[in-house]
Structures are given as C-alpha cells and as structure tokens.
C-alpha cells in the first residue's frame, strides 16, 4: 500500500502545475460570471428574464476506501463521504426557460487524509452550467449539466508563496463533469426551499478511491424578475 501511495504522490507532482493552471481557470470563470450578473442585473428584470440566487447546506456521497481495486494506481483508499458542504449558486434564465448558472459548494470542516492528524485537507467543487428552470405556479424545476473543477485543499505547517500572496495548503485540482436537478417549492412568490441532487464525474481523481461523487442538498434561494 505504501507503494501505491507513493506513486500516486509522484503523480501527484508531476501534475501540480497543470492542475494550479486549470484552479486558476475555473476561477477566472466564476469572476466573469458574478461580474456580468451585477451589470446585467437590471436589464434582465427589465426585460423580464429571470436570475436565482441560493444558499444551500449539503452532503457528499461516495464510493468508499474499501471499495479502492488494489491492481490500480489511479485512486487511493479515501473516500469523499462525509461532512457537511455549504454551497452558493445563481441562475440566469435568458431565454425562455433556459440558461446559464455558476455553483460552489466546500466542505465547512477539514478532514483527516487516510486518518492522519498530520494532513488535513479539504474538498472544493466549482461548476458551471447550462440550466433549464421552469416554474409552474408555487412549484418549479431546473435540470443542468456542464463542467467545473474539484479543488482539494491539502494544509500544513508551511507557507505557499506567490505574486499573490501566501497560503498554508497546497491545491490539487481536478476537471470535473457535472449534472444536477432540483425541486423548487415557493413559499412566496419569490422564496423558495430547493432539494436537489448532483452527480460529478472528476478526472484524474487519484486522492481519492472513484471518480465518482453524489451530492445532495436543501437550498433556500430567491427568484428576481418574472
């Protein structure tokens, strides 16, 4: 197993810089969208088009360390389960009933990597959508699907520096597929509670046991505009 491990941990290295580059991608994207969305805002309402913002507390369903086949080196035994995930999204319905959304959800707690005190990390999982939303009276719907990024946060005691300033973690990111739906039930015309679920698909995923991960959740959001 320390074999593993430790080819795992090579590989690890040796993508560092690709990975720092598509973070800082998926990053730029989230800021473009938040941008537009604040410059956007009234020109949407005017034109009667539609944008949702939510807040949301969630939990992570995934295969776990058990389930690791011991014949691969693509994975290790860690398993995504567990934690609680605060997440924030917005969607902006452009035309007719589709459009576009942005989503972040982070895990609130760090976690203990193979149960070592020593290597505390924490998962973050970026998306960005093509959404459906429909609204039918105090009940309404959205179904999406695009791609994103998982950001595994891996801290200590050190200082990573850059023309940014410095961190006490190390980031490994992963591009990630994404689908997702949710209920909306509105307790006002504008206020609404939103059980939802999310399926990833993460490439390169080795930090953990599968590629696979299940999100489930409760939001509560706000519809402007319509």
Not at 67 to 72: P, S
Not at 121 to 132: E, G, L, M, Q, W
Not at 136 to 160: C, D, K, L
Not at 176 to 204: C, D, I
Request: glycine letters at 10%; hydrophobic letters at 40%.
């Amino acid at each position: 197993m320390s074999e593993l491990l430790n080819k795992n941990s090579v590989a690890a290295r040796a993508t560092e810089r690709l990975s720092f580059e598509l973070g800082g991608i998926v990053k730029r994207l989230f800021a473009a969208l938040f941008w537009l969305s604040s410059i956007s805002l009234v020109g949407a309402l005017h034109a009667q088009q539609q944008i949702d913002a939510q807040f949301g507390i969630n939990g992570i369903n995934a295969p776990s360390a058990s389930n690791l086949n011991a014949n691969t080196l693509d994975h290790s035994p860690q398993s995504l389960s567990g934690g609680v995930y605060p997440s924030f999204a917005a969607d902006f319905i452009i035309w007719h009933n589709l459009g576009f959304n942005g989503e972040v959800a982070w895990r609130a707690t760090r976690a203990l990597y193979q149960d070592d005190p020593t290597s505390p990390y924490r998962p973050i999982f970026y998306d960005f959508n093509a959404v459906y939303a429909r609204k039918a009276g105090r009940v309404g719907f959205t179904a999406m699907g695009g791609i994103g990024a998982e950001s595994v946060r891996f801290y200590g005691n050190f200082q990573n520096c850059n023309n940014l300033g410095c961190t006490n973690y190390v980031s490994s990111n992963h591009f990630l597929g994404h689908v997702g739906g949710a209920l909306r039930l509105y307790m006002t015309k504008s206020v609404y509670l939103a059980p939802e679920a999310h399926f990833y698909f993460v490439h390169n995923n080795i930090e953990f046991t599968s590629a696979h991960a299940t999100r489930y959740g409760l939001n509560i959001g706000y519809s402007f505009g319509r």
